[in-house]
């Protein structure tokens, strides 16, 4: 179902950056599962404000000028926080998911002082030549989740990525239901065209965190 604004019925989900400044994201209580921020979602959010990201230069702004897609955006909140850090980010999901994009790029713009955002349709496994060359960072939150999804996902970190770039994958490890077999197989495909780096707990948000929600930096194979 879309997340028209008229049909929605919307609650919002802040996110406070260090500097204390919130990022305020409607969600959206009749949409598909796009239209609520997952726990992922905000794992890597506030992951990307981590020292990880300021070790060459402790306080630089290494967000400035960086190239960003996010895939499955959902709500937007983890384009919205790279921005909102300075990065030059298209957030990415099906047409369904357009509107509520827009609105909470709209909603939360005054935090986009040196970065930008645009909204576009990407769906997984199609033509990605609008979004290249190669950003330097390709993002996704809790997008491995259905069988039928992983070739083309898969397919879509193939289209996007050259070797300079930085997917950062964060996802919640789910035990039940198809979700175990689901991941093994994305992981097994994408494992033939690229390598995978588990970023520990200590290198993660101290409070945004959890055992089960996994974050990992994927770079193609040389
Ligand atoms: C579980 S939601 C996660 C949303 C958001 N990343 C978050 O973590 O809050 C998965 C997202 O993937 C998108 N998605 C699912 N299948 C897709 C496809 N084939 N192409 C593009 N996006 C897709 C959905 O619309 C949804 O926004």
């Not at 190239?67 to 990065?87: C, D, K, P, R, W």
């Not at 770039?165 to 077999?181: D, K």
């Not at 948000?205 to 930096?217: G, K, T």
Request: net charge negative; glycine share 6%.
């Amino acid at each position: 179902m879309a997340a028209d604004t008229d049909e929605c019925k919307y609650f919002v989900r802040e996110l406070e950056r260090n500097d204390g400044c919130a990022l305020k994201v409607k969600q959206c209580y009749t949409g598909g599962v796009g239209c609520v921020v997952w726990d992922a979602a905000i794992v890597l959010a506030k992951y990307l404000e981590t020292e990880q990201f300021h070790d060459a230069s402790p306080g630089a702004d290494v967000w400035s000028g960086r190239t960003v897609v996010e895939l499955g955006a959902g709500t937007g909140v983890v384009g919205l926080m790279a921005a909102s850090l300075g990065a030059e980010v298209t957030v990415t999901d099906l047409e369904d998911l357009q509107t509520l994009l827009r609105e909470n790029i709209h909603e939360n713009q005054a935090l986009i002082t040196s970065g930008s955002i645009t909204a576009k349709v990407l769906k997984w496994g199609e033509d990605a030549s609008e979004f290249l060359p190669p950003p330097h960072y390709i993002l996704m939150a809790d997008c491995i989740y259905y069988e039928q999804s992983i070739v083309p996902l898969v397919e879509s970190l193939k289209l996007l990525s050259g070797p300079e770039t930085c997917i950062i994958c964060c996802y919640e490890q789910r035990t039940e239901g198809v979700n175990p077999e689901v991941e093994r197989r994305f992981f097994e495909l994408l494992q033939q065209n690229f390598n995978c780096e588990k970023i520990p707990s200590e290198k993660q948000d101290p409070e945004f965190s959890s055992p089960d929600i996994h974050i990992l930096h994927i770079r193609r194979k040389i």
